[in-house]
């Protein structure tokens, strides 16, 4: 067999958070908390720009290996609270969307062309990616939600995304199909330039 039963059932795990997700936030959304947990968790969802640079990041933290399995997505998470932050209290911070559409392309071409940074340099890039995410994620915040249960619900929602990415690269490893990786990073980055030079 060449996909190990750990390997089909951690990604059965990772498939079922991101698919249930937005349906469990979207549960309870007419009380003001629940109403901003519920927008928290749909935000990383609602755009493609998101989900492509978060998944990407999870499929590069994975191809790195290491300790930046761990260390570049909680890197993301915790900066893309305090953009976040930024971004729930107007503070001005300039090319957002630039930001984001780069992060898209920047990660795409790492993981298509199996660049590995050394570990600083990665985690000082994907912070630097994550300010733009979580800024647009705060400055969409309702008036009437709750800072923290709205950060809180896209900082869970995120680190789902990370953690699907870096389950499908470790499927994608496991079973010889690394050259498929890099191939999802190809289209990534694709994404991420048309969409740039669409805007």
Same mark, same amino acid.
């Given at each position: 067999? =060449?996909?190990?039963?750990?390997?089909?059932?951690?990604?059965?795990?990772?498939?079922?958070?991101?698919?249930? #997700?937005?349906?469990?936030?979207?549960? *309870?959304?007419?009380?003001?908390?629940a109403?901003? +947990?519920? *927008?928290?968790?749909? *935000?990383? %969802?609602?755009?493609?720009?998101?989900?492509?640079?978060?998944?990407?990041v999870?499929?590069?933290?994975?191809?790195?290996?290491?300790r #930046?399995?761990?260390?570049?997505?909680? =890197?993301?998470?915790?900066?893309?609270?305090?953009?976040?932050?930024?971004g729930?209290?107007?503070?001005?911070?300039?090319?957002?969307?630039? &930001?984001?559409?780069?992060?898209?392309?920047?990660?795409?071409?790492?993981i298509?062309?199996?660049i590995?940074?050394?570990?600083?340099a990665?985690?000082?890039?994907?912070? %630097?990616?994550?300010?733009?995410? &979580?800024?647009?994620?705060?400055?969409?915040?309702? *008036?009437?939600?709750?800072?923290?249960?709205? #950060?809180?619900?896209?900082?869970?929602? =995120? #680190?789902?995304?990370? $953690?699907?990415?870096? &389950?499908?690269?470790?499927?994608?490893?496991? =079973?010889?199909?690394?050259? +498929?990786?890099? $191939?999802?990073?190809?289209?990534?980055?694709?994404? &991420?330039?048309?969409?740039? %030079?669409?805007?």
């Amino acid at each position: 067999m =060449t996909i190990s039963l750990h390997a089909r059932l951690i990604l059965k795990i990772l498939l079922s958070l991101l698919i249930l #997700a937005p349906n469990l936030a979207q549960a *309870h959304t007419g009380i003001d908390a629940a109403s901003g +947990w519920a *927008h928290g968790m749909l *935000h990383p %969802f609602t755009g493609l720009d998101h989900l492509c640079a978060m998944i990407a990041v999870g499929l590069w933290a994975q191809q790195m290996g290491g300790r #930046a399995v761990w260390l570049a997505p909680l =890197t993301f998470v915790g900066v893309m609270a305090l953009g976040g932050l930024l971004g729930m209290n107007a503070i001005e911070l300039p090319f957002i969307e630039g &930001g984001i559409l780069a992060s898209m392309l920047v990660l795409g071409v790492l993981i298509a062309a199996a660049i590995r940074l050394p570990l600083i340099a990665s985690l000082t890039l994907v912070g %630097f990616f994550a300010l733009f995410h &979580g800024y647009a994620h705060g400055a969409e915040m309702p *008036h009437s939600a709750s800072g923290f249960i709205y #950060a809180l619900g896209f900082m869970l929602s =995120t #680190a789902a995304l990370h $953690l699907t990415g870096i &389950g499908m690269a470790t499927l994608l490893a496991k =079973t010889g199909r690394a050259q +498929w990786l890099r $191939l999802a990073g190809a289209s990534i980055a694709l994404f &991420g330039g048309a969409l740039y %030079f669409a805007g």
